[in-house]
């Protein structure tokens, strides 16, 4: 436990900074263009390139690269260098093609994720912002197999700390757009300024993979460009991937219907389409991101090498370990998100081009998000369960189920509620759906390792939920006694809110845990007044 509370926060206080700026970097944006028709531009063409890297690589790098680096620094006489060398030649080479590719298609591929008439000005912006946009898929993509390969060295750092440089670039250019640009107005933006957002936005993506590619080198790892791919074991990588690609594919189809029908309904309401889909899905991935993705990058490895090594109980005691530490810090703040969703976006998003009405609606799709924290979060944790074993085909058809689940609700909701409301339906769908995958997921990885101590991960999540009530309660009762004396949410009403609510509302929490003698919040509790009293 004291080792990977170590790696996590050692990740976890790189990808807070990252997240924090992420934060700015999402306020600067909606300050510069605001989320109507320029902003639903700007989000369809943003979100296309890591769509397209979820299909080709991201998914992979977790289920299959990873183990199989890991495998090559075991068993190979060089450690593996070799095999990481021909690695990062071959997924060069294969994504400046793509970028190629996709910046040619990118009419299509913008006709595919949005429901846009494709004479509009609307369209014809997006189309112009994604050719801007897509050639940083080369850039990504180099960086985050250097990510992959510092990870198997336990090098964490660079990969956390590395989107820090990403998102500060972006910030300056919206600030830039902001000052020099011709606004949120859809009809008034020029060449030029799309250039602006589109280039800038991947001057970051450069900027990021440039800090992996140094770190990697000072890391020993000496890129000589090798293609020689018999040795490169594509056949199995190929056996293992093509299931990954496929859940990636199965998920990437639930996400192409949901920009569909978020992009409808910001047709038919300006300001609750793709947009307010975006924001509040980033802000609602941060504690995953902080706190999820630091545990599954430390436990991921470990867990590969515990498979390999035939010890069970341990990949079943890994995975225990990993699922408490996550949710001790999950419970809470999904609660919070809950409560305090348009306390939180409106200091960050109710400036400039965008309304503070605009941001409470981003907060309500948030406060509805926060349903799926937990759930997202355990699936996500179970889903390496199977990496670990090599097997991918498995996490398809779970996939593929929780899709289909999604696509059933979002279209559900869809059609019963009016368009004012469908944003927030998408996000409840998400939420039904991953709280069924979870249960799936569950039970079908318990039936590999043996169990997965179901009954005693029940009992601290009980236990954690009831010691969160306190904070809860807390949070409601800043909301109504705030808005109540002061009215409404505007910004230094929601800065209290969130004073109260969130940060009393968390300390509450430790505390209460702290008394409870919930494992997890102790470890944390201690490891940070450690560092205090240093």
């Given at each position: 436990?004291?080792?990977?509370?170590?790696?996590?926060?050692?990740?976890?206080?790189?990808?807070?900074?990252?997240?924090?700026?992420?934060?700015?970097?999402?306020?600067?944006?909606?300050?510069?263009?605001?989320?109507?028709?320029?902003?639903?531009?700007?989000?369809?063409?943003?979100?296309?390139?890591?769509?397209?890297?979820?299909?080709?690589l991201l998914g992979v790098?977790?289920?299959?690269?990873?183990?199989?680096?890991?495998?090559?620094?075991?068993?190979?006489?060089?450690?593996?260098?070799?095999?990481?060398?021909?690695?990062?030649?071959?997924?060069?080479?294969?994504?400046?093609?793509?970028?190629?590719?996709?910046?040619?298609?990118?009419?299509?591929?913008?006709?595919?994720?949005?429901?846009?008439?494709?004479?509009?000005?609307?369209?014809?912006?997006?189309?112009?912002?994604?050719?801007?946009?897509?050639?940083?898929?080369?850039?990504?993509?180099?960086?985050?197999?250097?990510?992959?390969?510092?990870?198997?060295?336990?090098?964490?750092?660079?990969?956390?700390?590395?989107?820090?440089?990403?998102?500060?670039?972006?910030?300056?250019?919206?600030?830039?757009?902001?000052?020099?640009?011709?606004?949120?107005?859809?009809?008034?933006?020029?060449?030029?300024?799309?250039?602006?957002?589109?280039?800038?936005?991947?001057?970051?993506?450069?900027?990021?993979?440039?800090?992996?590619?140094?770190?990697?080198?000072?890391?020993?790892?000496?890129?000589?460009?090798?293609?020689?791919?018999?040795?490169?074991?594509?056949?199995?990588?190929?056996?293992?991937?093509?299931?990954?690609?496929?859940?990636?594919?199965?998920?990437?189809?639930?996400?192409?219907?949901?920009?569909?029908?978020?992009?409808?309904?910001?047709?038919?309401?300006?300001?609750?389409?793709?947009?307010?889909?975006?924001?509040?899905?980033?802000?609602?991935?941060?504690?995953?991101?902080?706190?999820?993705?630091s545990v599954i990058t430390?436990?991921?490895?470990?867990?590969?090498?515990s498979v390999a090594e035939?010890?069970?109980?341990?990949?079943?005691?890994?995975?225990?370990?990993?699922?408490?530490?996550?949710?001790?810090?999950?419970?809470?703040?999904?609660?919070?998100?809950?409560?305090?969703?348009?306390?939180?976006?409106?200091?960050?998003?109710?400036?400039?081009?965008?309304?503070?009405?605009?941001?409470?609606?981003?907060?309500?799709?948030?406060?509805?998000?926060?349903?799926?924290?937990?759930?997202?979060?355990?699936?996500?944790?179970?889903?390496?369960?199977?990496?670990?074993?090599?097997?991918?085909?498995?996490?398809?058809?779970?996939?593929?189920?929780?899709?289909?689940?999604?696509?059933?609700?979002?279209?559900?909701?869809?059609?019963?509620?009016?368009?004012?409301?469908?944003?927030?339906?998408?996000?409840?769908?998400?939420?039904?759906?991953?709280?069924?995958?979870?249960?799936?997921?569950?039970?079908?990885?318990?039936?590999?390792?043996?169990?997965?101590?179901?009954?005693?991960?029940?009992?601290?999540?009980?236990?954690?939920?009831?010691?969160?009530?306190?904070?809860?309660?807390?949070?409601?009762?800043?909301?109504?006694?705030?808005?109540?004396?002061?009215?409404?949410?505007?910004?230094?009403?929601?800065?209290?809110?969130?004073?109260?609510?969130?940060?009393?509302?968390?300390?509450?929490?430790?505390?209460?845990?702290?008394?409870?003698?919930?494992?997890?919040?102790?470890?944390?509790?201690?490891?940070?007044?450690?560092?205090?009293?240093?």
């Amino acid at each position: 436990m004291s080792r990977m509370l170590r790696a996590s926060a050692i990740m976890a206080a790189g990808t807070m900074v990252s997240r924090v700026t992420g934060f700015v970097r999402t306020m600067v944006l909606a300050y510069a263009i605001g989320t109507a028709a320029l902003g639903d531009a700007y989000n369809a063409a943003y979100a296309i390139p890591y769509s397209i890297l979820d299909l080709l690589l991201l998914g992979v790098l977790s289920s299959v690269v990873v183990p199989m680096v890991v495998r090559a620094q075991q068993h190979d006489e060089d450690g593996g260098r070799a095999y990481e060398q021909r690695l990062l030649s071959l997924a060069t080479v294969t994504l400046v093609v793509v970028a190629a590719l996709s910046v040619l298609a990118a009419p299509l591929l913008i006709d595919l994720y949005t429901d846009w008439d494709a004479g509009s000005w609307k369209f014809e912006v997006a189309v112009m912002l994604a050719r801007f946009i897509l050639p940083q898929l080369a850039f990504f993509g180099v960086g985050a197999v250097a990510g992959a390969i510092l990870n198997t060295r336990d090098r964490y750092g660079a990969p956390m700390w590395a989107p820090v440089l990403n998102n500060v670039v972006v910030i300056c250019v919206f600030l830039l757009y902001a000052v020099v640009g011709s606004g949120s107005d859809l009809d008034r933006v020029t060449t030029f300024d799309l250039a602006l957002l589109g280039v800038g936005t991947t001057a970051g993506i450069v900027a990021q993979a440039a800090v992996l590619i140094v770190a990697l080198r000072r890391a020993g790892f000496s890129f000589v460009p090798r293609f020689d791919l018999r040795n490169a074991r594509l056949g199995e990588m190929a056996k293992a991937g093509v299931w990954t690609i496929g859940y990636v594919v199965v998920t990437q189809l639930g996400f192409v219907l949901t920009t569909n029908l978020s992009s409808r309904a910001g047709d038919l309401v300006p300001g609750h389409g793709i947009s307010p889909y975006t924001l509040a899905f980033q802000l609602f991935q941060l504690p995953y991101g902080v706190i999820g993705v630091s545990v599954i990058t430390a436990m991921l490895p470990r867990m590969s090498r515990s498979v390999a090594e035939g010890r069970f109980d341990e990949v079943r005691a890994e995975f225990g370990s990993s699922v408490r530490l996550v949710c001790s810090l999950m419970v809470p703040v999904s609660l919070l998100l809950m409560v305090l969703g348009p306390a939180i976006t409106v200091p960050i998003y109710g400036h400039g081009a965008n309304s503070v009405a605009d941001a409470v609606y981003i907060g309500n799709v948030l406060q509805v998000y926060g349903l799926a924290l937990v759930p997202f979060a355990i699936f996500q944790l179970l889903l390496r369960v199977f990496y670990s074993f090599g097997d991918t085909r498995t996490p398809v058809f779970i996939g593929a189920g929780t899709t289909a689940v999604n696509a059933v609700f979002m279209v559900l909701l869809y059609l019963v509620l009016p368009p004012a409301y469908v944003v927030m339906g998408l996000a409840l769908a998400y939420a039904i759906a991953y709280g069924l995958g979870a249960v799936l997921a569950w039970w079908l990885a318990g039936r590999r390792v043996g169990g997965l101590g179901g009954w005693a991960v029940g009992m601290s999540l009980t236990r954690m939920y009831l010691a969160a009530l306190p904070t809860a309660v807390l949070a409601l009762a800043a909301v109504w006694v705030v808005t109540g004396i002061f009215g409404g949410l505007g910004f230094l009403n929601s800065v209290i809110v969130l004073a109260i609510g969130g940060g009393l509302g968390m300390v509450l929490y430790l505390g209460v845990a702290h008394r409870m003698r919930i494992p997890e919040v102790n470890s944390i509790v201690g490891m940070v007044a450690r560092r205090v009293g240093r």
